[in-house]
């Protein structure tokens, strides 16, 4: 009976040229660090629990890899490289002159979601420095980064910096009480991010528009066929070729007549040339379509809509293709909002520019692309006439067609009686 052996999951096997590439790599960066001062520590793939737990580790214990001892005590495969070196400078090394400058080149271990995908093997390569302070050696950490970053072969990249400090320092120019900041449970700022993926720049946290990537090529190609076509009606005039012996120049108009001196005197000749326009135009338009498909618009929203054949369910399937985009955009730009409005209530609060207090926001984007005035004209009608009909009550009719809630419609219940008495008058 065979039975088949697997890596556990999360885990793989790695041959030849990926060991390869990751020596290369490895040795590039060992390199750098020694150049640098650094030396080399490796600690145990297995350490206590608790050296996490007391440490304030920001890895959420679920994604530990633990083991049980004989005498009882939880145990984990290192998830991280911090915590134990640090260990080891408060323990081996506290009688060594600082600063200290320590490489390593270990696998952490952390667990993942079942079958959520991903690697329980982490391959860390890194560098701690400990008992230096200031700009000098923040500025030291971030040139190796830099440089350890470019050793790897990266000629593209960028480093983003974040110290609790700046906030801090914020905070004591505001003179902001600790159980404030405390409280706070949102950045203080908003950006909008598109929902096109970065492609120009992935490890950016902001998105791209939805017109780039391939799209801007078709954009260019638009441009070029409607030059074309602009030429081939500027190049496509009536002309008539005369000599001047025929006719005064005066006596004719200089955009239809060319005059010149011809081997006749009576020369003259009339050019009509066929104009090549319907597929050229044609080919435009197609252009334009295939960049409202890649950006999610309706078929006939940037092309012309008489160059569009599809039948009606085609032309369903295209407006529900921009309407699913409008709703993206729309939930993105509602997120951006809601921090937007997060960040004023807290500034203000902090500030004391208002009283403390709880806010709530209502949005109504409508919908948008597939909203068609006739049929809900017909629907309210109809709707009108189940109302006079008793089949639906005032509560039911205000809610279905004003878009309220109940409490809003009872609200409005005395408005909405005299504008049916008006309305019952008027028929009889």
Partial sequence: MNIPINTPEGTRDRLFSECLERRQVQSALVELFRRRGCTEVITPEVEYYDLFVQ????????????????????????????????????????????????????????????????????????VEMIGAVGEKADLEMVAMAVDALRCCGLARFHIELGHAGFYRALAGRMKMPREELERLDGPLFAYFKPLSANSVEPSSALGVSVYSGPTVDLILQADEQWQQLRREYKTGKRRMIIDKAVMDASQADDEIYEYGVFS????????????????????????????EFNVGLAFGTISDPQS???????????????????????????????????AMDAWCDLARLAPAGTYSVDYNW?????????????????????????????????????????????????DMEDVTDDEEDEVE
């Fill in 55 to 126: 440490s304030g580790n920001p890895i959420p214990q679920e994604a530990m890899l633990k083991i049980i001892d004989r005498s009882g005590r939880i145990m984990v495969m290192r998830p991280d490289c911090t915590a134990p070196i640090a260990r080891v400078a408060a323990t081996k090394l506290k009688h060594l002159p600082l600063p200290q400058r320590l490489y390593y080149q270990q696998t952490g271990f952390r667990d993942r979601l079942a079958h959520g995908g991903g690697s329980r093997e982490i391959a860390q390569c890194g």
């Fill in 264 to 291: 006749s005197k009576d020369f003259f000749q009339f050019i009509n040339p066929e104009i090549r326009d319907d597929p050229l135009y044609n080919g435009f338009q197609r252009i334009l379509q295939r960049i």
């Fill in 308 to 342: 569009v054949e599809k039948t009606a369910t085609e032309i369903l399937a295209a407006k529900q293709r921009q309407f699913v985009t409008e709703k993206a955009i729309q939930a993105a730009f509602q997120s951006t909002l809601d921090d937007l409005i997060y």
């Fill in 366 to 414: 409508g919908d948008g692309v597939l909203d068609d005035p006739e049929t809900k004209r017909q629907d309210m009608a109809m709707g009108l006439s189940l109302l006079n009909a008793s089949i639906i009550g005032l509560v039911e009719y205000r809610m279905r067609y004003f878009g309220e809630d109940e409490k809003t419609a009872r609200k409005m219940l005395p």
